[in-house]
């Protein structure tokens, strides 16, 4: 009798870990009814969301070196910044713990993927300007993607947002799961 041991070759799809706030957090809707869960069922990427409601970037920088070493991602999105724009921290502060945690990860070898963050008119013009502009300038500096606001379409459109007209409501999380799926797809072409 012969018997013939066909072994497979299990291969994991690079991991994206997601580095967020309430945004990306399902905030006020349960987990699998957020862009990430959403999403994962039309990526390869494997997501790992470690967003958290109220995230800062400080507190995001204290975060990263343990979801790093636990999860070893092939790349980070990270989408941090509206929580400290919101709370009128300084744009010099945002803009050097964006860039702690853009060279951490770096440094553990994973592709950053910084978000463009936007927060409402209402904080001043040169704020919102001073605070818009430390994306593009973060991405250019360290030579890494920025990826466009998923919001942008979305917050101008009063039938996807939840009454507080900051977060997405549950009808905007397959537009931007959508959104996610077309830069990652991008992303892999590069």
Request: proline share 6%; hydrophobic share 45%; with cysteine.
């Amino acid at each position: 009798m012969l018997f013939i041991c066909l072994t497979s070759h299990i291969t994991y799809a690079d991991k994206l870990l997601i580095l967020g706030d309430s945004l990306s957090a399902a905030y006020g809707m349960q987990q699998h009814q957020g862009w990430p869960a959403l999403l994962q069922k039309n990526t390869e990427w494997q997501l790992i969301n470690a967003s958290i409601s109220g995230e800062t970037t400080a507190g995001g920088l204290a975060r990263l070196p343990a979801l790093l070493t636990e999860h070893q991602p092939a790349a980070v999105m990270i989408e941090l910044g509206g929580n400290d724009g919101l709370r009128g921290f300084s744009v010099e502060l945002i803009q050097a713990n964006l860039s702690k945690i853009i060279t951490l990860v770096k440094q553990h070898n994973a592709q950053p993927l910084l978000m463009q963050i936007r927060i409402p008119p209402n904080y001043g013009p040169r704020y919102v300007r001073q605070f818009t502009a430390l994306y593009p300038q973060l991405a250019e500096q360290h030579q890494i993607t920025l990826w466009p606001f998923f919001m942008d379409s979305i917050a101008i459109n009063s039938d996807l947002m939840m009454a507080d007209g900051i977060h997405p409501n549950i009808a905007a999380q397959p537009m931007i799961s959508d959104f996610m799926a077309d830069l990652l797809t991008e992303l892999e072409k590069k």
